[in-house]
């Protein structure tokens, strides 16, 4: 068996989780701060958007704006001598962008029911808006978030549609456990692709056994 799948699959994940993460708190910090509903809605359907899209769809907008000879993809190898297009890099762009709705829409759920009677509290006694995201809004929506966490973690591992588009099915280079359930079972080599799974559901298990642990102790450590 190769296991550079293995490996490729977790360190994308790892690599976008890490990003999505970020972005899915923000997002969401963002859309519920703004007063105006109309705008809410616009950027509450751009930001879910890869959500209802099918992934191939996807995949095609992301090569359209990253392939050699599209404008983002001619900018960074022009700047930066970097190809985004079938690389490793756009294994993650793309769990990126097909992770992010989970965890902004886990994020956002999670800051709104927060009671908004603390929020007003924590804004009576003086606090910054950075001090009340942090203590208050992100301290009692852990669970929430770290839930998202966990979604977005295990969509990364398991996306193939974009990834198929974006960075195709290179062996040792882009070649996602997913890819490789999909090129063993095309070869006709169950029992490869039997391991793949197994270890694929053996990851996304872990992934979410540690989750628990990390809301276990971080709900200890705001109590």
Do not use: C
């Not at 769990?95 to 902004?104: H, K």
């Not at 990834?163 to 997913?178: C, D, E, Q, W, Y």
Request: net charge positive; glycine share 8%.
């Amino acid at each position: 068996m190769d296991w550079s799948p293995v490996w490729i699959s977790v360190r994308t994940a790892s690599v976008s989780i890490m990003i999505t993460f970020l972005l899915g708190i923000l997002a969401a910090w963002l859309v519920i701060s703004i007063r105006s509903q109309k705008v809410q809605i616009i950027l509450d359907g751009l930001f879910t958007l890869p959500l209802v899209l099918p992934p191939t769809v996807a995949g095609f907008f992301l090569l359209s704006l990253f392939g050699v000879k599209r404008p983002l993809g001619q900018f960074f190898l022009h700047y930066f001598g970097v190809k985004i297009a079938f690389s490793w890099s756009a294994t993650v762009i793309a769990a990126v962008v097909m992770s992010f709705p989970l965890m902004y829409r886990s994020a956002r759920g999670a800051f709104e029911q927060v009671d908004e009677n603390l929020v007003e509290a924590a804004r009576t006694l003086g606090m910054s808006e950075w001090s009340i995201f942090r203590k208050v809004l992100f301290a009692n929506a852990i669970q929430g978030i770290v839930g998202g966490g966990v979604l977005a973690f295990a969509r990364a591992l398991g996306e193939f549609g974009a990834t198929a588009m974006i960075a195709g099915n290179i062996a040792g280079k882009t070649r996602t456990l997913p890819m490789a359930i999909y090129s063993e079972v095309a070869a006709g080599n169950m029992e490869t692709a039997y391991g793949y799974v197994v270890i694929i559901v053996a990851v996304a298990f872990l992934s979410v056994a540690l989750m628990n642990l990390v809301v276990f102790f971080e709900k200890k450590r705001f109590l």
